[in-house]
């Protein structure tokens, strides 16, 4: 069965008169009769029937122009979406994000995506910086949001937020519960519990670099990949944790009915700068899209 085909059989169910058909295709009657006879050899029924006073389809030609339609139509319509993908009006994207990214920049970008490229559609996945940026390396991301920038040729990246702060969490009944800050040098002989370098490396490498400037060696004695399990275990244990202050916020740390407690560390107050990150050779064309939107938001302030 060939597309043509199809298309020639429409024609004459609009128009049940091979002459008036034939002419609207720019065909000849032979080849139209012709077009119709492999058609009806292909389906395996007759699709119209014709005297010499009239031409009408069958009850099998009327279900099998149904079809027709649906698949024509379905043609169209997949023309029209190829073209707008590839002049980035229509896609998909999978953008990966962290907490202060969610709070603070993608509000503002995919209202501007939406208005400008409602036909893009952008599935969020939130992940830790390591994790993102692996996916972003093996196709399943085509952004991401992430601390600290990627030091190959292989990404390209934008900083969207400047000197977010880190900030310790304690339980209640720890000593620096109801402390408002403390200085980063109280660290040293605190337990403290951290997360994999590969989990996420800049934050992990702003926490020991702020320890050799104050010449201290952190104790760690427990590991946890997951912020919820951090918090669960310094509610239970005497032991630090750490959180960018936009994920304590989040989670609500410091509240009434809340078990650990955000505490500020000073001098210095460990920073980090949050990144927009794409593939430097990328053949989405909705990315492109993607990252023009970012280019004019202006992110939200972050709480002191």
């Known amino acids: 069965m060939e597309f043509r085909h199809l298309v020639s059989f429409v024609a004459l169910a609009e128009e049940l008169h091979f002459g008036h058909a034939a002419r609207r295709l720019h065909l000849s009657q032979p080849s139209l009769s012709a077009q119709l006879q492999k058609l009806e050899k292909s389906v395996g029924v007759q699709l119209v029937a014709r005297n010499s006073h ?76 390591g994790p993102q940026l692996n996916a972003l390396a093996d196709g399943s991301l085509d952004l991401a949001f992430v601390y600290g920038h990627p030091t190959t040729g292989d990404f390209r990246y934008r900083r969207m937020l400047h000197r977010i702060p880190l900030v310790a969490l304690v339980g209640r009944r720890h000593r620096w519960a109801e402390r408002g800050g403390v200085p980063f040098s109280e660290l040293q002989g605190q337990e403290c519990v951290l997360f994999a370098r590969e989990q996420c490396p800049a934050m992990y490498d702003t926490i020991f670099r702020a320890a050799a400037q104050n010449r201290i060696a952190l104790t760690v004695g427990q590991s946890a990949d997951d912020p919820g399990a951090t918090a669960h275990m310094v509610s239970i244990r005497p032991v630090v944790g750490f959180a960018s202050l936009p994920r304590a916020l989040s989670m609500g740390l410091g509240t009434a009915d809340s078990g650990p407690v955000a505490v500020k560390l000073l001098d210095p107050v460990p920073t980090l700068d949050l990144y927009a990150v794409w593939r430097a050779e990328e053949d989405n064309p909705a990315v492109a899209q993607f990252v023009e939107c970012l280019e004019s938001v202006e992110p939200l302030p972050i709480p002191a």
């Not at 029209?80 to 503002?108: E, I, K």
């Open 54 to 129: 009239e031409v009408r389809l069958t009850a099998a030609g009327r279900e099998f122009e149904i079809q027709a339609r649906q698949i024509l139509a379905q043609l169209d319509r997949a023309v029209t979406t190829a073209r707008a993908t590839a002049q980035g009006r229509a896609g998909t994207l999978n953008v990966g994000y962290n907490v202060p990214a969610s709070r603070h920049v993608l509000p503002q970008v995919l209202a501007r995506l939406t208005d400008r490229h409602p036909g893009i559609e952008v599935s969020l996945w939130e992940k830790r910086t």
